[in-house]
Nanobody, 123 residues
Framework: EVQLQASGGGLVQAGGSLRLSCAASGFTFEDYAIGWFRQAPGKEREGVICISSSDGRTYWPNSVKGRFAISLDNAKNTVYLQMNSLKPEDTAVYYC????????????????WGQGTLVTVSS
């Protein structure tokens, strides 16, 4: 059974940093692309950053470029989202997702989703 477990959310002041973790199980990590998404209250879900475990391709929108980074620990089947210079508008529930297709993850259509972890950035 494929499972994704996100953790690490919390309350942080604007300008601060936070690292989220997504522990994956039930599939071969290296064969999948992993993505982080977020959904703020009253807004649609949006992609934050995606990475292909097999070749390291990454994709992220301009809104987080230079502030967010993604990394993989294949030995632990865990992907991390390092968030720096956080802004109040980064407040959202953050989800990790996985799919064999990098493009499918980028499109927000991944087959597997974890539960969310709440990130709150205070001004």
């Amino acid at each position: 059974e494929v499972q994704l477990q996100a953790s690490g959310g919390g309350l942080v002041q604007a300008g601060g940093s936070l690292r989220l973790s997504c522990a994956a199980s039930g599939f071969t990590f290296e064969d999948y692309a992993i993505g982080w998404f977020r959904q703020a209250p009253g807004k649609e879900r949006e992609g934050v950053i995606c990475i292909s475990s097999s070749d390291g391709r990454t994709y992220w929108p301009n809104s987080v470029k230079g502030r967010f980074a993604i990394s993989l620990d294949n030995a632990k089947n865990t992907v991390y989202l390092q968030m720096n210079s956080l802004k109040p508008e980064d407040t959202a529930v953050y989800y990790c997702a996985a799919d064999r297709s990098f493009g499918t993850v980028v499109a927000g259509m991944a087959a597997y989703w974890g539960q969310g972890t709440l990130v709150t950035v205070s001004s």
